[in-house]
């Protein structure tokens, strides 16, 4: 079974109505084997902050060293982002076994009538995934209610109800106290029930639970304080009657501390956490589309507040940011309360209402006209959520704010704008064509097709299905081909798209695209730049600007793999570095801290007294300093000694990092890497290493852009042996242009690494087979290769820059 089958089998499920009971979650279960019975599950109940505090709560247990799964809903653009094993999403290869393994009893169950829906199934999947993954504990978002969702099919170790607002009244009842009622059923056996509601709501949740541990104000078991904004992140203070916290939130509001307070309570149950775990879990806990601040001039926010009081929430916390004018850009689902959602809103001056591409959304103009009823201001409609966006950008002045709000289907295709990758692929053969649309999940029969149109420009990205039968049509009609994922997924979900045309044609269909609706105008322009199709001319001043450049590794380490405790002294690491400057190195890399495998951790003290010394005695050199720290610390006292770039192989897991990197305006590198160090007896597993890579460096990049950086400072690297096979890093240097879809500068580090073990050669031990690498990222694109032997690879990189534009080289 190919993916794209298993997944539209899932997605066939969709036509079951949820129903309430967990028995056909129980029956399907049982069929696998029960995996759920032996699992330590925490149940998130609650009307709003529901994702957030799952997400908080798996961050803060991973940063304890546990092993966690994560399960929520719904998903802004992968089906598979529902359900994840240490924040890594669920393999597609997982999701096909799955289906394989359950569709006889799903099959046998339908054919009776009693078929699991889709959210029962995936639930299903969820425990027996993590249960395969041997976590030591699942966090579940509960669906809708507690009593009767699929998620408590489990006995939870652990629960919460976080609030209680009046929310799917059919099924929950028609107050407060009832729908509360329902939602209290999650509490364990063998714990107190966590909760942040007050009043009616925590009367009834007491009710039903008994034990209760209340988080709020002065007056609760755990008491939280929100001291305010500072900077993109929310200072909070969480105590309990022993314990205190204090942090920052890279999720905004008074509603996100309380939420950070259950989280800390949840965690404080189930696991011996520190206050350090605490403090780094919850500043890590980032979460797309809860209050996400894209810009800053003018302010971009995407909300997903689909009810009034998390509207009410987004609006106090808009309220801490100083602009002018507001537009709002509105897309709501049909069963909502659209004028009390309109009431809820902050004053606007402008407002466009759209139409999200899901079959339960909302007419624009019965929107626009809820909209009305609260306002004198501009109402406008559009029918996608894309061209809403761009309307609301174009009217906005850049000390306004642009607000994205509704249901989280409209922060989903407004996120496109920034989150979309354009892979550019090398097809340069008939197989390489036909491998190119079979990783898109094009079916059988249509990559046999079209596997002889695909030898010429080749872009590979996610649409919306009816946006990729409208490019497949123009493109057709211009002389060239799209080929869309054979997913059939009712229009709800972004889809893989092949296309393949000559630039003559892809310019064409851009200039065709631009005014048309459906999102397709945005589109234009993203194709524009993937193509670099009337572009302006960048003029940057950095090393890598003009061409390759070339970074030199001075270790100032004890137990680095190739050259560990040769330049621990500071004068052995100068005359060093003057040797490689002396060869023609652009960039210097500073490191007091092994990151090979199994390296043990140095602390901040001890790896600041290594680098910064170097750092001052080498910041007069005419070169370019690097420094190659996980530490925000560290970073910070490298920046002040002297050093212009950050070079971080965690991928920004401190979260201080991209925040002092944007505060000195400096470049950093964002490596990707599941762990750091590695674990060496990890096993990982990729469906596609390049693809998987660039989905993981897309929100790490997005995370550094928030910060206050240009994609031309943000580097990424896709960790060449760091947690990948041999194969799987010559994979990653052959398909190496494909990272130009992040629109940043890549930087490639293979130096003497283990991936030449593939072609015989010793790790630690391979200068020829490095110069070979570094000419093969060289000529793929690379614009930095990290180096330990600067004269040989300089030269290497010359060649491949000569064969380009001998002109540079010449004398005159």
């Not at 949820?18 to 759920?36: C, E, F, Q, V, Y």
């Not at 695209?513 to 589109?523: A, I, K, R, V």
């Not at 096993?683 to 290493?689: G, K, S």
Request: glycine share 8%.
């Amino acid at each position: 079974m190919e993916f794209h089958e298993a997944a539209n089998f899932l997605f066939e499920l969709r036509r079951f109505a949820s129903r309430p009971g967990t028995d056909a979650t129980g029956d399907l279960l049982s069929s696998l084997g029960n995996p759920h019975e032996g699992l330590d599950c925490i149940q998130i109940a609650g009307s709003n902050g529901k994702g957030s505090t799952a997400r908080m709560v798996e961050r803060t247990l991973r940063e304890a060293g546990l092993d966690v799964g994560l399960y929520t809903s719904p998903h802004l653009d992968d089906v598979r982002e529902r359900i994840r094993t240490n924040g890594r999403k669920i393999p597609e290869s997982a999701l096909v076994e799955f289906v394989e393994t359950a569709e006889p009893h799903l099959t046998a169950q339908g054919a009776v009538g009693e078929s699991p829906t889709f959210f029962e199934t995936l639930t299903a999947l969820a425990l027996w995934e993590f249960d395969r993954q041997d976590v030591d504990v699942a966090v579940l978002e509960v669906g809708i209610g507690g009593k009767y969702d699929a998620t408590s099919v489990v006995d939870p170790i652990a629960s919460t109800v976080t609030s209680v607002t009046l929310e799917h009244t059919h099924i929950l009842g028609d107050t407060v106290t009832e729908i509360a009622t329902d939602k209290a059923h999650v509490a364990p056996d063998d714990a107190p029930l966590v909760t942040a509601t007050t009043g009616d709501a925590l009367a009834a949740v007491r009710e039903v639970a008994g034990d209760v541990v209340t988080v709020g104000d002065g007056d609760a078991d755990v008491t939280v304080t929100y001291r305010g904004r500072e900077g993109l992140e929310g200072a909070v203070t969480v105590e309990g009657p022993d314990w205190r916290v204090e942090t920052r939130l890279p999720l905004l509001g008074a509603h996100q501390a309380t939420n950070a307070g259950v989280a800390a309570t949840l965690c404080r149950q189930v696991a011996d956490v520190s206050p350090t775990d605490l403090e780094r879990g919850l500043r890590n806990a980032h979460w797309p589309g809860r209050f996400e601040v894209m810009g800053e001039d003018p302010l971009v926010v995407l909300d997903g507040a689909h009810n009034p009081g998390g509207v009410e929430r987004v609006t106090e916390t808009l309220g801490t940011f100083d602009y002018d004018d507001l537009h709002v850009v509105v897309g709501a689902m049909v069963d909502k309360d659209h004028e009390r959602i309109a009431q809820a809103l902050p004053a606007f001056d402008h407002a466009v209402a759209c139409h999200p591409n899901v079959d339960r959304a909302e007419a624009s103009d019965v929107v626009a006209e809820a909209l009305r009823t609260t306002t004198d201001a501009t109402v406008e409609t559009r029918s996608d959520v894309a061209g809403a966006v761009g309307m609301a950008l174009d009217a906005a002045d850049p000390d306004d704010a642009v607000l994205v709000t509704g249901s989280l289907y409209a922060v989903r295709e407004a996120r496109t704008r920034w989150a979309r990758p354009m892979v550019p692929k090398r097809v340069d053969s008939i197989p390489e064509a036909r491998r190119t649309l079979e990783d898109a999940h094009v079916t059988e029969a249509g990559a046999w097709r079209m596997r002889g149109k695909g030898v010429h420009r080749v872009l590979r990205t996610r649409v919306q299905p009816r946006q990729g039968q409208y490019l497949k049509e123009e493109l057709l009609s211009l002389g060239g081909e799209c080929a869309i994922s054979g997913l059939n997924n009712q229009d709800e979900e972004n889809v893989d798209i092949v296309m393949m045309a000559t630039m003559a044609q892809f310019k064409r269909l851009a200039d065709k695209l631009d005014g048309q609706p459906y999102g397709l105008s945005t589109f234009a322009d993203e194709l524009r730049a993937a193509l670099d199709i009337q572009q302006p001319a960048e003029d940057g001043d950095y090393p890598w600007s003009d061409g390759t450049a070339v970074m030199g590794i001075l270790n100032i380490t004890p137990d680095s793999f190739h050259d560990g405790g040769e330049y621990n002294a500071v004068e052995d690491a100068v005359s060093r570095a003057e040797g490689m400057i002396e060869a023609g190195v652009d960039i210097l890399d500073i490191g007091g801290e092994s990151t090979r495998p199994g390296a043990d951790v140095v602390p901040v003290e001890a790896e600041r007294e290594r680098v910064v010394p170097v750092v001052e005695a080498l910041a007069d050199h005419d070169v370019a300093l690097s420094v190659d720290t996980r530490k925000a610390a560290v970073a910070r006292a490298a920046l002040d000694a002297g050093a212009d770039i950050l070079n971080d192989v965690s991928g920004l897991e401190d979260p201080e990092m991209r925040l002092v990197a944007a505060e000195y305006d400096v470049p950093v590198v964002v490596m990707h890497s599941i762990e750091v160090p590695v674990d060496p007896d990890s096993d990982i597993h990729y469906d596609d290493v390049v693809t998987d890579c660039i989905d993981a460096l897309t929100e790490r990049v997005l995370l550094a852009e928030k910060a206050g950086l240009d994609r031309e400072q943000i580097i990424v690297d896709p960790g060449v042996g760091f947690g990948k096979s041999a194969a799987e890093s010559f994979e990653l240097l052959d398909r190496l242009d494909e990272f130009q879809a992040l629109g940043c500068p890549i930087l490639v580090g293979h130096s003497h690494k283990s991936l030449f073990s593939l072609v015989g050669e010793e790790a630690g031990d391979c200068l020829e087979a490095t110069i070979a690498g570094t000419t093969l990222a060289a000529e793929r694109g690379a614009d930095i290769v990290r180096v330990h032997d600067v004269p040989e690879n300089v030269a290497a990189v010359n060649v491949v820059q000569a064969a380009a534009d001998p002109s540079r080289f010449d004398d005159d």
